[in-house]
């Protein structure tokens, strides 16, 4: 059994940071790639940035490049999403998930999600 928990959403102004952090229990963290994706309201759920297993580097949507920053603790089975330089256009349900497999980038890519942990940017 697989649970994945985000935590750490919020209200914030524009030009603001916040810290997200995503508990993955089950198994050791070292054999999921993880990442995040977002849900704007009327939008589709889309990619954010993900750590592969075999890669070990974050890789990040064009839009977050520069602003957001993934990191993985393995030791403690948590992936954190620092994101700053918030614009209210980062509005949405962030969302973790995890997959037994080499990368993703899509949504079909992640059997494993949590429910999402809502940010908002107020302009």
């Known amino acids: 059994q697989v649970n994945v928990v985000e935590s750490g959403g919020g209200l914030v102004q524009a030009g603001g940071s916040l810290r997200l952090s995503c508990k993955v229990s089950?198994?050791?963290?070292?054999?999921?790639?993880v990442a995040w994706f977002r849900q704007a309201p009327g939008k589709e759920r889309e990619f954010v940035a993900t750590?592969?297993?075999?890669?070990?580097?974050?890789q990040y949507a064009a839009s977050v490049q520069g602003r957001f920053t993934m990191s993985k603790d393995s030791a403690n089975n948590t992936t954190t999403l620092e994101i700053s330089s918030l614009k209210p256009d980062d509005t949405a349900v962030y969302y973790c998930?995890?997959?037994?497999?080499?990368?993703?980038?899509?949504?079909?890519?992640?059997?494993?999600w949590g429910q999402g942990t809502q940010v908002t940017v107020s302009s």
């Open positions: 089950g198994r050791s963290l070292d054999i999921y790639t």
């Open positions: 750590i592969s297993r075999i890669r070990g580097h974050p």
């Open positions: 998930a995890a997959a037994f497999r080499a990368y993703g980038y899509k949504v079909n890519d992640y059997e494993y």
